[in-house]
């Protein structure tokens, strides 16, 4: 028996390159995904402040001429 064969570790096999390119792709299409997502926030965002905006200057005019 070999003294030192219990006591060593074993090196995981290193990724074959389809493994790596695939997970490479994984990460990008994740990264492509949350950066547009991100856009949509924004530009919903954008539209609601806009719409937000709007109502209240409504709102303003009727308190306006109700006040006459």
Known sequence: MDPGAGTRKERPKPREPAARLEKAKQRSAQQELKQRQRAEIYALNRVMTELEQQ??????????????
């Open 55 to 68: 109502q209240f200057d409504s709102f303003c005019k009727q308190m306006q001429g109700s006040g006459e």
